[in-house]
């Protein structure tokens, strides 16, 4: 017998060639490029580029979250680190915080997600919800909008 994962080959992905996608509706100057999406554990791998002393929303993980600090230095306001080039941050699942970029230098982080990422109002109420799909969907309104033929993320073949 076969399986399914018997097919399941090692992928390479040009990062450089996808593109840089708005955060919209949350942030004109926030950009993310999705670079794999896996629909079976609901698991994200985007870029994220934040600009010097930007925020984002607070916001609380359903799963765990791995961040590798590309450039530029950034914190939580929950905490009194600060995570820069070459630092590795990992968050526990059902973890709430608040990402601010320091004020020197734009942000780039690697950002390896595993299930929905709630945005929370200043009464930790759940506002908005991300994960996999929406993540796909703005991708694909994205290319779409701007033509740019996507690449299927979703794959377990290269782009």
């Known amino acids: 017998m076969t399986f399914f994962a018997d097919s399941v080959g090692t992928?390479?992905?040009?990062?450089d060639a996808l593109p840089w996608i708005p955060f919209t509706p949350y942030?004109?100057?926030?950009?993310?490029?999705?670079?794999?999406?896996?629909?079976?554990?609901?698991?994200?791998?985007?870029?994220?580029k934040l600009p010097a002393?930007?925020?984002?929303?607070?916001?609380?993980?359903?799963?765990?979250?791995?961040v590798y600090t590309v450039a530029g230095r950034w914190r939580y306001l929950e905490h009194d680190w600060v995570a820069g080039p070459g630092s590795m941050v990992f968050e526990t699942a059902a973890s709430s915080h608040?990402?601010?970029?320091?004020?020197?230098?734009?942000?780039?982080?690697?950002?390896?997600i595993i299930g929905d990422w709630n945005l929370l109002d200043e009464n930790d109420n759940i506002i908005a919800v991300e994960n996999w799909r929406t993540m796909l969907k703005r991708y694909a309104d994205y290319c779409a909008a701007t033509g740019i033929e996507p690449v299927d993320v979703t794959s377990q073949a290269g782009n």
């Open 11 to 15: 992928a390479l992905v040009d990062v």
């Open 98 to 112: 608040t990402p601010v970029a320091l004020p020197e230098a734009d942000v780039i982080a690697l950002n390896i």
């Open 27 to 48: 942030s004109d100057e926030v950009f993310l490029k999705l670079i794999k999406i896996n629909p079976i554990n609901g698991e994200w791998t985007t870029l994220l």
């Open 53 to 66: 002393g930007m925020a984002l929303p607070k916001h609380h993980h359903a799963g765990t979250v791995h």
